[in-house]
């Protein structure tokens, strides 16, 4: 035994699922928390500080295509030199607006029409006229627009090296802006081909990538410690009304029925709530009946025994009192005892679900005018009679001794409770593809809040009836299972006075088929 469950403790131990599933809950929130936060920053990174320089080009880019767009709609605005000037210095970019002279594509010449020099340090007005014709190819050959970035390490001519040096030093084009010049040759009115060129600075990225990259640290230090107070304080939340619940079933596993399991705060906990506290009142209301059972079940075989006991020893020791009638009662009591202990016996099988159900097909109203006559015979002598009208076959399909068991029962409760003319109908109506068999009393009949627990095991409405020592609580239940076992239904109406009718409907078999019935 014991080298097993060492064994099984081992296999807990290495399987990575149940040791997952010792992991605090807390623990399982804050990594969800840290993975999130580590993506937020994963991205943060990547924007900020990777591609910073590359967005800030691309939307340096974008702007001046959008200035000389503007520009190519107002070409022959005669306030074309107002716009050139705003929009220069609203946006930082020198503006050269040239006219040029080609013939067959071959520029002969370039005048300068409009211009905006607000840098100071612009390329395009400080370059040879050469660049101009080089610019034109180029926008030429690139489908009339061109744009050019360059380092302005180029214009620098210094002779600094940053391999003359140790440590962190700056690189060799650090710190120097980079420049950004933009060409599109466009057409005016008069026909005339235009050339429009813009120049604007991109100035070095380093210090604002190195400021968000200190930032970033501290937003990671401050997200990883929030992650960590908002993990406890969640779990707390999260937690604390599944470890009161676990309190309270833990008492449950003990059998200890008081107290039930506190509501959540939050809709699945407060579900989780009411279905232990249904299951909890359940458990105690069969632990109840359990109990109850034993009692009665003592009592219902002590009565009897004590009977069989005493006429025994009256019978041994006494005189003439070893006769037929004592010994009759011997064989009552005896037929008693085993008929409860049956009953227990089919519950506790049908419960179980081990039932032998061997269905065919036989004709119920055969079956019930027999049963009626059988009592009749067995129990003329008591006064008893139970009125059956046999009527036209009525096959069902259904395990016979099953359906007599349930006729048997209905019969039986129905002469216990009976009035005291001592009258029972038994009934078969065929409707609906359903044969129906009603039992009918003329006995008190049953309370409407007791009706519905009758089908309830062991329970029984009182013990001050007649044949009470004969009853278990556990005809009623065995009816229901075994008539369920058949596909059928059950049911009872009563009313307090006025008798009860006690029924269970079953399908009725289907008809034979047509060349069987040739034949
Ligand atoms: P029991 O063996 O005690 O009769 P049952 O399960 O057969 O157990 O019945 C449960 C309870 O239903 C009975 O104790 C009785 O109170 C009530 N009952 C059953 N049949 C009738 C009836 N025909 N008339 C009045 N009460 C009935």
Redesign the pocket.
Known sequence: MKPEAEQKKQRKISDPRALVNRIHMRWHIFAYFLGFCAFLLLLLWLLQIVYLDAFYRQIKTDQIARIASTLDDNIDNRDLPDLIVRMAQSNDVCITVAQVHTVNRFLLGVDVLEKADILGNCVIHHMPDDEYYRFYELAEKNGGSYSLLFSRQWFANDEYQSDRFIGRVPEADQGLSSSLIYVKLVENDAGDTIMLLLNSNISPVDSTREALRVQLIYITLILVFVALLLSLLISRHLASPIASINKSAAKLAREDFSGGFADGGYLEISELASTLNYVSAELSRADKLQQELVANISHDLRTPLTMIGGYAEAMRDIPGENNKENIQLIIDETARLTSLVN?VLDLSKLNAGIVNNKPCSFDLNADLAATAENYNRLLAHEGYQIHYTPGPPCPVYADQSQISQVTG??L???L???GPDKQVTLRLEQQAGQARVS?I?N????SPE?LAD??KRY????ES?RR?A??????????KKLVELNHGDCGVS?QVGQ??V?WYSLPLAQPPAEEGNGK
């Open positions: 009953n029962n209905l039986n409760n129905a216990t409770y009976t039992v009393d006995g008190p009949g049953i007791q009758i089908w329970y029984r409405v009182s009836h009470s004969r009853g278990s609580g556990l005809g009623l239940s065995i009816v009563s008798g009860s006690f």
